[in-house]
């Protein structure tokens, strides 16, 4: 139950970052690559929520630890993009 919850809060996470958010003087943690390159950081969202849902229907135990790798690996790679490193 717990990767469905993920795969809802990625899909609420994705709405986050309309077009013109990158403007203000609110600081984020949010790089500009977000809007300039917005097709490949949509498509991150879109693989994460799909591999939670993945997760979610594992059913055997040996197919967990290789399904929650995949789901962290999506994660990581936009946050390796998409996200300034905070100091």
Same mark, same amino acid.
């Given at each position: 139950s717990n990767a469905g919850t993920i795969a809802e809060a990625l899909r609420r996470a994705a709405a986050?970052?309309?077009e013109g /958010? &990158?403007?203000? &003087?609110v600081e984020t943690? /949010?790089?500009p690559e977000i809007w300039s390159d917005r @097709?490949?950081?949509d498509q991150k969202f879109e693989t994460a929520e799909a591999e939670a849902l993945a997760l979610q /229907?594992?059913?055997v135990e040996s197919a967990f630890l290789p399904a929650l790798g995949k789901l962290g690996n999506t994660?990581? @790679?936009c946050h390796q993009t998409y996200r300034r490193p905070k100091e």
């Open positions: 986050l970052f309309p /958010s &990158d403007q203000g &003087d943690w /949010s790089m @097709a490949d950081f /229907s594992v059913g994660c990581k @790679a």
